[in-house]
């Protein structure tokens, strides 16, 4: 049998090795590569010799046409990119679908710490994961047991190495790349000043923290967590009602006040990576004034979220990867927006000042069909950082990558939810514009 061959156009990826070390393994098993380069951080971490690479250097709004004529060019039959909000993926994906172009979306996993998200059209918001339990329960039957994930250690280092690394590249980007513009909100010079404050205050916050959370699991009051996100996240900026994490903070605190016991708790845990420009800390002090709640709040900056997650009385997000962890513990978890795990059965649907006094666990037995299969439709053992993660999740990523359907797609077709997250988006019969 003739081993079918693809046309991959890589876009922007996360900043690491990944990407180039996936289309190296890609390119050597005879499959056509493609690269755009948005910035200088994406030439830094390419690699010559793995297939044509181009530069947009070009006002966002040139950038359909731009792709287009590469789609046609190369034959492209797939593209690979790392998250689906950012604005240079935006319309690449939208005008793929149309094309008969798929796409493979790589993401943080939903699953952590030693998984990956892989899914074709879309993640989290976007995800064609279904709404519906019955769904769940009914494909879980058909799914083998899911196999121990490799585990590796990837240091924090690591990471903020290649960081600063892609961003050390970025310099050049006024006179190579003029009119590139970052997805995040601040700066790499402003956002590593701010880490590197955070990070020298950890040392005092850490003892108190652990005793905060120590007070919280031995004592005799409820407690319910709120997880702080990062504002700069796609998952709060393109996928909530929120503005920001302040939005978010006012509207719990406030529901809280009027609506929980008076002997409850609430503890709002920060994001470990936030870099301190927005004072949270500052934002929730003045908010327990405004609503009374001064001694009723407790705010961490670190600590054990397991251990504080495993006895409290229920979790408040907006759709941080926090409340799977929260469901895993079986707590009662309320999502203010849409996650994946947002189902009937899992998270509670009734509103917020409700919870407070009947927060209702989840179903174990739908939780267990729920992570046994997005385990196996979404995530990948790897990581994006280390070597060792790499080298998995490259392993892992190749036949997904270049598989005729994907888990989900073939689960799709052995039984249908009632309710769908969203319809797949029109594309052409399989194997659509191969390469020759």
């Known amino acids: 049998m003739t081993r079918i061959r693809r046309s991959f156009l890589f876009l922007q ?11 190296a393994r890609l390119a050597a098993d005879g499959h056509r590569i493609v690269k755009v380069h948005y910035n200088a951080g994406d030439r830094a ?133 003029p009119h590139y513009r970052n997805h995040a909100p601040v700066t790499a010079p402003v956002e590593y000043a701010g880490y590197l404050k955070r990070f020298t205050q950890l040392r005092a916050w850490k003892p108190r923290d652990a005793r905060r959370i120590q007070a919280l699991v031995e004592g005799q009051r409820p407690y319910f967590v709120l997880p702080l996100q990062l504002n700069a996240d796609a998952q709060i900026r393109d996928h909530s009602p929120f503005a920001d994490m302040r939005e978010v903070m006012a509207h719990v605190m406030a529901s809280f006040a009027m609506h929980a016991p008076g002997d409850a708790l609430l503890c709002i845990k920060n994001h470990p990576l936030d870099t301190g420009l927005d004072h949270n800390a500052r934002s929730i002090a003045r908010l327990a004034h405004r609503f009374g709640l001064e001694e009723r709040i407790v705010y961490l900056e670190s600590g054990d979220l397991n251990m504080l997650l495993e006895r409290c009385a229920g979790t408040v997000t907006v759709n941080s990867t926090v409340g799977i962890v929260s469901l895993e513990h079986g707590r009662p978890t309320f999502a203010l927006s849409d996650p994946i795990y947002h189902l009937d059965g899992l998270t509670f649907h009734g509103r917020l000042d409700e919870f407070w006094r009947e927060p209702s666990p989840p179903d174990g037995g739908l939780f267990d069909a729920f992570r046994r299969t997005v385990m196996h439709t979404s995530q990948l053992n790897g990581g994006f950082y280390c070597g060792a993660g790499i080298e998995l999740a490259v392993a892992n990523a190749v036949p997904a990558l270049t598989a005729r359907r994907s888990p989900l797609e073939r689960l799709l077709s052995l039984a249908a939810p009632v309710q769908c997250r969203r319809q797949p988006p029109r594309r052409l019969p399989w194997p659509d514009r191969l390469a020759s």
Not at 60 to 87: C, K, M, N, Y
């Open 13 to 23: 990826g996360v900043c690491s090795p990944f990407h180039r070390r996936l289309a």
């Open 45 to 177: 971490y390419w690699q010559r010799g793995i297939g044509p690479a181009y530069d947009f250097r070009e006002p966002l709004a040139a950038l359909p046409a731009f792709l287009s004529e590469l789609w046609q060019r190369h034959a492209i039959t797939d593209q690979v990119l790392f998250g689906d909000q950012r604005p240079v993926h935006r319309t690449a994906l939208e005008d793929a679908a149309a094309a008969g172009i798929r796409s493979h979306v790589f993401e943080e996993g939903y699953f952590r710490p030693f998984w990956i998200t892989l899914e074709r059209e879309g993640v989290n918001g976007h995800s064609l994961l279904p709404r519906d339990p019955r769904w769940y329960r009914d494909v879980a039957r058909r799914l083998p047991a899911l196999p121990a994930p490799a585990h590796f250690r990837s240091p924090f280092r690591v990471r903020a190495t290649h960081d600063v690394l892609y961003h050390l590249a970025g310099l050049t980007n006024p006179l190579r790349y």
